[in-house]
């Protein structure tokens, strides 16, 4: 039986911390991402709130073994604070892309509601949107050409006009997946060789274990790159933003993905 996907070690799941400590996490991981270092006048700035608010946040995840911190010194995320970091910063950017690109949101508004959202939101929905963000955008049945028509309701003002009500009335919700053959252009991650990168698409795998990877982090759009082949007794290993996670074989050949040149 497939036993989904997992870091190894046991992730600290999000919602542990209030959102303003995850926050600190995610910033400090980020601005190790941009400048290589976080410093905490840095951390600040981003934040919007004074040193002495941040060296009061840092001495609360220090103490939890989340980051390392001395006066005047960097700040360091443990492996513990960096694991939980990425998760929260991979739900972080999907969001933004389901606002974004599904939703219309405008750029601002969706950074703004993706960080207020992606504390909040349980593994079971956050699995569910996943799944809507790869119908409507790869699915034959729904596809670009609904999602342009929602766009041109959105940037006409007319989302509860008749014309509007007229096209939604025509709309038929599908969940079935479309055979794999329509899939163009899309391969098994359990095809890839050490070294070689994907962008996830679609996960074409039962819901349970579907929660799972997404989760995890397997979210739609995220690069994954294989870093270990299944073998006998081993799982398949990917990194995703730095973390590693052990699939399955079984559902490596379910999680579909776009092959990106070497």
Same mark, same amino acid.
């Given at each position: 039986m497939p036993t989904g996907s997992k870091s190894r070690? *046991?992730? !600290?799941? @999000? +919602? !542990?911390?209030?959102?303003?400590?995850?926050?600190?996490?995610? $910033? $400090?991981? *980020?601005l190790q991402q941009e400048k290589r270092v976080a410093?905490?006048?840095?951390? &600040? !700035?981003?934040?919007? @709130?004074?040193? &002495?608010?941040? /060296?009061?946040?840092?001495?609360?995840?220090a103490r939890d073994g989340f980051v390392v911190h001395e006066a005047h010194e960097f700040v360091e995320l443990t492996d513990r604070g960096a694991e939980l970091a990425r998760r929260v910063l991979r739900r972080h950017e999907f969001l933004i892309l389901f606002l974004r690109d599904v939703l219309q949101v405008s750029p601002e508004t969706a950074e703004t509601d993706a960080c207020a $959202?992606?504390?909040? @939101?349980?593994?079971?929905?956050?699995?569910r949107l996943a799944s809507f963000y790869q119908? @409507?955008?790869? =699915?034959?049945? &729904?596809?670009?050409?609904?999602?342009?028509?929602?766009?041109?309701? =959105?940037? /006409? +003002?007319?989302?509860? %006009?008749?014309?509007?009500? %007229?096209?939604? &009335?025509? =709309?038929?919700?599908?969940t079935a997946w479309p055979s794999d053959s329509q899939d163009l252009g899309l391969v098994p991650l359990a095809s890839l060789s050490?070294?070689? !990168?994907?962008?996830?698409?679609?996960? /074409?795998?039962?819901s349970p274990e579907r929660e799972r990877l997404v989760d995890a982090g397997l979210l739609p759009n995220v690069r994954i790159e294989v870093t270990r082949s299944a073998t006998e007794g081993k799982a398949m290993r990917v990194s995703v933003q730095g973390s590693q996670i052990d699939v399955d074989p079984q559902l490596a050949s379910g999680i579909l993905v776009r092959r990106l040149a070497g």
């Open positions: 070690g *046991q992730p !600290t799941p @999000v +919602g !542990t911390l209030s959102e303003s400590l995850e926050d600190y996490l995610e $910033i $400090i991981l *980020q410093r905490v006048r840095d951390i &600040a !700035t981003r934040k919007g @709130v004074s040193n &002495a608010s941040v /060296s009061n946040a840092l001495a609360r995840l $959202i992606e504390h909040q @939101v349980s593994s079971e929905t956050l699995e119908f @409507v955008c790869s =699915c034959p049945r &729904a596809g670009t050409g609904f999602l342009e028509a929602f766009a041109a309701c =959105c940037s /006409s +003002g007319r989302k509860g %006009s008749d014309s509007a009500d %007229s096209l939604c &009335a025509q =709309c038929k919700v599908v050490p070294g070689e !990168t994907g962008v996830l698409v679609r996960l /074409s795998v039962g």
